[in-house]
């Protein structure tokens, strides 16, 4: 009990120590063993600052691309039929990308007492959770009772899944999905269900945590040996994926994939985006040089990599054809008619003919104007406020909203 009563006093020192406790203090868990052209020193590369430096976070914005028809207005899957539901962002919402993390220290615990007189006083292990009111998931008080009378704090591992027993919450089982290990991992990297795995790795994990850290190394390695840039591209994840490209120092598969697309600017920002990451690099920028001329020197300066930029040479060249992602597009039929018809103005006029909002419906159906503000507001510009009461006919049984 004495024990408890010294930890209980301790939780705010254990809760703020919890969050800068146990970090790696050598290489980055970002940085291949084995990147080419890798200018950073592994002992003292700082991958968090350099994640959320503003000119890098600027260029991966530009670089993440917005892909209306493909991505945005997209069809996808849900479990019943439902409304459309619209919710409001505000821009800095909209604009931040997954924190990039070190990940923490792993399977590591601090001993905060051994109390030997009670030692095989049970034989299993008891943990001790903080349940109070302002208590985060992360800065939460976790500490352990060994069988032997150790008191120690909880090990990362030990510490999230006290969370999710305790605090639980929608597709957060206490276990962890089958989907972040193979071969089921496997089975939907290869239905390029990327975006799927990623979403739910970032409501699952902590960005920290070294299973987070590890699952979305080992999605952006598979994304980049398939070559399939586009199956991630325009979704929250891109800037990520860019970054861990550009650290360590692979550019020919990205530069070809945005050559591919016809974005100049693109391939442009990707060379400068090197430069920033990597200040020693060889290859030399201005920052009067336009975006050909970063290209093409880019191009000459690393004839090495002739054969691998094969598409970045025709782009500078001028001998691009734009293509069209090679093997995965959400694009479908009904998806461009939906997105054609999202910028269709709807009036007394349009609702009616099978070019409206309505499409096809409006033949299968009857439609009946019960009310149009828009003809309202015009006649009574022409003719003035008309005095009395205004009669409406009622829709009939069988009408919902005007339309029969």
Not at 200 to 213: G, K, L, T
């Amino acid at each position: 009990m004495i024990s408890v009563h010294r930890m209980l006093k301790s939780t705010q020192l254990l809760r703020s120590s919890l969050l800068f406790s146990l970090r790696p203090s050598s290489s980055s868990a970002w940085l291949k063993p084995t990147s080419k052209d890798v200018q950073l020193s592994r002992d003292n590369a700082d991958v968090e600052s350099l994640f959320i430096n503003p000119d890098i976070q600027s260029l991966l914005k530009q670089l993440t691309g917005m892909d209306l028809e493909s991505k945005v207005f997209a069809e996808r899957k849900i479990g019943r039929q439902e409304r459309s539901h619209y919710a409001l962002m505000t821009d800095k919402m909209y604009q931040n990308f997954v924190p990039l993390k070190e990940p923490r220290g792993e399977g590591s615990f601090e001993v905060l007492s051994v109390d030997s007189e009670i030692a095989k006083f049970d034989e299993s292990r008891f943990v001790f959770t903080d349940i109070t009111f302002d208590a985060t998931d992360q800065d939460r008080t976790v500490v352990v009772r060994e069988s032997d009378g150790t008191l120690r704090t909880a090990t990362p591992e030990e510490h999230d899944r006290m969370n999710r027993i305790y605090y639980e919450q929608p597709h957060r089982p206490v276990v962890p999905p089958s989907v972040f290990s193979d071969p089921a991992l496997g089975n939907a990297l290869n239905l390029n269900r990327h975006e799927f795995v990623m979403d739910w790795a970032c409501w699952f994990y902590q960005p920290d945590d070294p299973e987070f850290v590890k699952l979305s190394r080992e999605v952006f390695d598979r994304t980049m040996k398939a070559g399939k840039f586009d199956v991630l591209y325009s979704t929250r994840h891109f800037g990520s994926l860019v970054f861990y490209v550009v650290l360590n120092g692979d550019l020919p598969p990205l530069l070809n994939f945005y050559a591919r697309r016809g974005k100049l600017p693109e391939a442009a920002n990707l060379i400068r985006l090197q430069k920033l990451i990597h200040p020693n690099w060889r290859t030399a920028i201005s920052s009067e040089d336009d975006d050909l001329k970063i290209v093409k020197d880019f191009v000459a300066q690393n004839k090495r990599l002739k054969e691998e930029l094969h598409d970045l040479i025709k782009l500078s060249e001028g001998r691009y054809e734009k293509s069209v992602p090679s093997e995965y597009s959400y694009t479908t039929d009904m998806g461009r008619d939906l997105f054609k018809k999202s910028h269709i103005s709807m009036d007394a006029e349009t609702i009616q003919t099978e070019s409206g909002p309505l499409g096809e419906m409006a033949s299968s159906y009857k439609v009946r104007i019960a009310r149009d503000e828009s003809g309202e507001k015009n006649a009574s510009r022409k003719g003035g406020r008309r005095r009395g009461r205004r009669t409406q006919d009622k829709p009939s049984d069988g009408d919902v909203d005007g339309v029969k």
